[in-house]
T-cell receptor
Framework: NAGVMQNPRHLVRRRGQEARLRCSPMKGHSHVYWYRQLPEEGLKFMVYLQKENIIDESGMPKERFSAEFPKEGPSILRIQQVVRGDSAAYFC????????????????FGPGTRLTVL | AQSVTQLGSHVSVSEGALVLLRCNYSSSVPPYLFWYVQYPNQGLQLLLKYTTGATLVKGINGFEAEFKKSETSFHLTKPSAHMSDAAEYFCAVRGRIGDDMRFGAGTRLTVKP
């Protein structure tokens, strides 16, 4: 059973470009979470999604950032018109369906995408 | 709402010494508590978790943590540090099923030879 997959692992963008980060959850997982880790800081929650639904986006910046988790395919975190302050590691995590036997509220993390904005 | 405070952003110990990483939580409901480890340029790996039952939880790599409700703490310990333990450690809390997970700011552990 493959773990959470994220791609690309490293992404370089110039200011003003768009960044698209992809996350494929573990097989059987229907919940996806995105976190941002700035240099020398901890993980900050951004958004929590289920298939075709945004459950909690309280951690998402109001502008330029969006996320989706379509019925088919990976979850996408999209950053429009990137700025240098967007440079960070972005982690995706997934968890099983609620009330499943293994749902001890654990989240399984991907290796992250390191975004560098020049 | 849940939150976590990790005391000490950097902890340095000698190889073979006790490791103690502190975590205090705040939760309006009985919490689920986690410790994750992050090695350089990698994702987070679960060390251990407390859900219900025994308050002393054993994890991988010889780590353990004790849930103390009266102190709202979930400190991580290891009796004898190894060089390979050098990493960043994150404490996290989650409330009810379906709540998102809240992480502490992290503690960077350095192990000196």
């Amino acid at each position: 059973n493959a773990g959470v997959m994220q791609n690309p692992r490293h992404l370089v963008r110039r200011r003003g470009q768009e960044a698209r980060l992809r996350c494929s959850p573990m097989k059987g997982h229907s919940h996806v979470y995105w976190y941002r880790q700035l240099p020398e800081e901890g993980l900050k929650f951004m958004v929590y999604l289920q298939k075709e639904n945004i459950i909690d986006e309280s951690g998402m910046p109001k502008e330029r950032f969006s996320a989706e988790f379509p019925k088919e395919g990976p979850s996408i975190l999209r950053i429009q018109q990137v700025v240098r302050g967007d440079s960070a590691a972005y982690f995706c995590a997934s968890s099983p369906p609620l009330f499943s036997e293994s749902s001890y509220n654990e989240q399984f993390f991907g290796p992250g995408t390191r975004l560098t904005v020049l | 709402a849940q939150s976590v405070t990790q005391l000490g952003s950097h902890v340095s110990v000698s190889e073979g010494a006790l490791v103690l990483l502190r975590c205090n939580y705040s939760s309006s409901v009985p919490p689920y508590l986690f410790w994750y480890v992050q090695y350089p340029n990698q994702g987070l790996q679960l060390l251990l978790k407390y859900t219900t039952g025994a308050t002393l939880v054993k994890g991988i790599n010889g780590f353990e943590a004790e849930f103390k409700k009266s102190e709202t703490s979930f400190h991580l310990t290891k009796p004898s540090a190894h060089m390979s333990d050098a990493a960043e450690y994150f404490c996290a809390v989650r409330g009810r099923i379906g709540d998102d997970m809240r992480f502490g700011a992290g503690t960077r552990l350095t192990v000196k030879p």
